[in-house]
């Protein structure tokens, strides 16, 4: 009862200030289900990483919802109907382990009249979103646009975009769409005259474009915040001011880092003070460098990464997004992604995070599901959680784990059920309609479809997509890894195996899935938090901690060391739950789904081994 008093004053105090500020919010909603007395807090950045009001470090991890947005066939809206997004969020939280979602918003439908606001399709926007909420799922919302706008393009394109409204490029003259010699639809960003034209029309605020635009999304921001009661706005994390900026064309003598310092950085500063004024003070900006500024093409890469914006601090998140265009070429990388492939190209993100004194965000990363490279999918995937997870490769995670650096938080691209069933009109042409993928210049990256019957189901693996990931750390993380075992047809992909230096660890993992967790306790008495994916029920999961070793772990008590319980949001999905109290202690926690009812002397040897590898690895 005093935990439960102790929270309800919490809201009562929140509310009161959201009432101050807000005007009239809609009615507070009910407690989102399954939650325990640390959930539902509002994040903020705070040492380099995102943390709750516990003190906790968070990791967010899911997908992009969706390139939907992209399309007109549902209004710019990620779902057809609120129902719809609430069987999404279920079949995220529950399929797809997800505990936070990238949230595409569309200014052509914020703003379809210049100076005017659509409230309805505000309204129905926050709506769609507060299914998310209501499921637990943490929300950032992002203003996306992909080739500027779809009005630049022909009727008869191959190709379209997203993001301006026909207003914007009415307000400009520019030459007619062509791409030339284009292999990808990316191209257009640097080859296509129009797309080049309009971006530097906006950068430039020619015709007011980019005033505009600040003003619709302050209106917008303001809009959201009023319009969801104070529990569910605790819940949105943030907000992604512009989809992958690109200057279009550089002015004389400017390079992409004079660019990003004197354009891109005063953008996000007067974003910054929209979000403000919008009563998002607490709340980052997302904010995201020049495109290319960690390609991996050496031709492409240009400089960048917000080198001159100074130290970021709490009030932005670095945001970044990675795609292995190598792979996806399928002329530049002709085999599968191994073992630490993508260790050094994240491991920059994590320093460059660091270095302007923030945390980071992958907001997309993914591989085509179809196609000519697709095959390498699989790996390709495989290689990227396993590199948010840790810098370093597998081969080398157990004797070096004190390197393994920050978990990175992770957007996947992308969670659209309507994959392969959409009727888009492309660029408004009714003999060009588009069903099958992602219904965007040929894509298809969905990692979820619904089925006949409108259940929604997995198109990739569910070894990899739902993870162990440290989702709250009482503390700080040492080190974490992960090993999924998912599979590349029917071979078994294991790029971290147990070391026969620790064999009853080994014995006890067997062919199964392990995670495995050191972090660093700073006291309090929340816990730390680990995702257990479907794949590890409750009965057969095994926990090998300092704190204890136990096979069926008990339901949570705020005296039991090691426990399960529900995830917020009433999707059955669950987690475990590790309490220590202390402080500056290092403490460990292996979870296998590996061993049946293994005996107490092997649950012992067990410990025994990983205590002394703490010891001597970490120290």
């Known amino acids: 009862m005093p935990n439960i008093r102790a929270r309800l004053l919490v809201v009562l105090v929140v509310l009161c200030g959201f009432l101050t500020v807000a005007g009239s919010p809609s009615a507070t909603a009910a407690t989102v289900p399954d939650s325990l007395w640390f959930d539902g807090t509002s994040l903020t950045v705070s040492n380099g990483r995102f943390t709750d009001s516990l003190g906790r470090e968070v990791v967010l991890r899911g997908y992009n919802v969706s390139g939907e947005t992209k399309l007109e066939e549902n209004g710019g809206l990620p779902f057809a109907s609120v129902a719809d997004a609430k069987k999404s969020a279920t079949a995220l939280r529950a399929l797809g382990g997800g505990n936070s979602v990238r949230f595409l918003l569309s200014w052509a439908h914020a703003e379809p009249a210049r100076g005017q606001v659509d409230t309805a399709y505000l309204a129905a926007a926050t709506d769609q979103m507060r299914a998310f909420l209501d499921a637990g799922i943490r929300v950032y919302p992002d203003f996306h646009q992909d080739l500027y706008s779809r009005y630049l393009f022909d009727d008869d ?168 265009q190598k792979a996806i070429s399928g002329i530049l990388m002709w085999g599968k992604a191994g073992d630490g492939q993508y260790a050094t190209d994240f491991g920059t993100i994590r320093d460059r995070a660091s270095a302007a004194g923030t945390t980071a965000v992958v907001s997309e990363f993914g591989h085509p599901l179809s ?116 599979r590349d047809g029917s071979t078994t992909l294991t790029w971290n195996p147990v070391p026969s230096s620790l064999p009853n660890v080994a014995q006890l993992v067997g062919s199964g899935q392990y995670g495995l967790l050191v972090w660093r306790s700073k006291g309090g008495s929340a816990p730390t938090e680990l995702h257990l994916p479907a794949s590890f029920p409750t009965a057969s999961t095994t926990v090998v901690s300092d704190l204890g070793a136990v096979y069926a772990p008990p339901a949570y008590t705020q005296t039991t060391p090691v426990a399960v319980a529900a995830e917020p949001g009433g999707t059955a999905s669950r987690r475990l739950l590790l309490t220590a109290s202390d402080t500056g202690v290092l403490h460990y926690a292996l979870v296998t789904n590996g061993a049946t009812s293994p005996s107490t002397t092997l649950l012992t040897a067990a410990r025994t081994e990983l205590t002394a590898w703490a010891a001597r690895t970490v120290g």
């Open 157 to 324: 394109s191959w190709y379209t975009g997203d993001g301006a409204p026909k207003w914007a490029v009415d307000a400009g003259t520019y030459p007619d769409e062509s791409c030339g010699i284009c292999l990808f639809w990316g191209q257009n960003i640097t080859q296509n005259g129009a797309v080049k034209a309009a971006s530097y029309d906006f950068w430039h605020n020619t015709y007011g474009l980019q005033d505009a635009f600040l003003t619709t999304a302050q209106q917008t921001m303001t809009y959201v915040r009023q319009h969801l009661s104070a529990e569910e706005f605790a819940g949105v994390v943030g907000f992604d001011p512009y989809n992958e900026p690109y200057a279009g064309t550089y002015d004389s003598g400017q390079t992409s880092r004079t660019w990003e310092k004197n354009v891109l950085w005063p953008f996000y500063v007067k974003f910054r003070a929209g979000m403000d004024a919008a009563g998002w003070q607490d709340k980052p900006a997302f904010v995201e460098p020049n495109l290319f500024w960690n390609a991996n093409i050496d031709s492409q890469k240009q400089e960048g990464g917000l080198l001159d914006a100074g130290t970021l601090g709490s009030r932005y998140v670095f945001n970044t997004h990675f795609y292995d």
């Open 371 to 486: 196609g000519t490279v697709s095959d390498k999918a699989p790996t390709v995937l495989k290689a990227m959680y396993q590199a948010l997870d840790s810098r370093l490769p597998g081969a080398s995670w157990w004797s070096s784990p004190a390197t393994s650096g920050p978990v990175l938080s992770g957007s996947q691209w992308q969670w659209d059920i309507y994959n392969g069933r959409h009727h888009e009109l492309m660029n408004g042409n009714p003999d060009k309609v588009l069903t099958s993928g992602d219904a965007w210049n040929d894509e298809d990256l969905s990692a979820v479809r619904m089925d006949d019957s409108g259940t929604v189901t997995l198109r990739q693996d569910a070894r990899l997509l739902d993870r162990i990931y440290p989702s709250a750390t009482s503390g700080s993380t040492v080190a974490f890894t992960y090993e999924d075992r998912s």
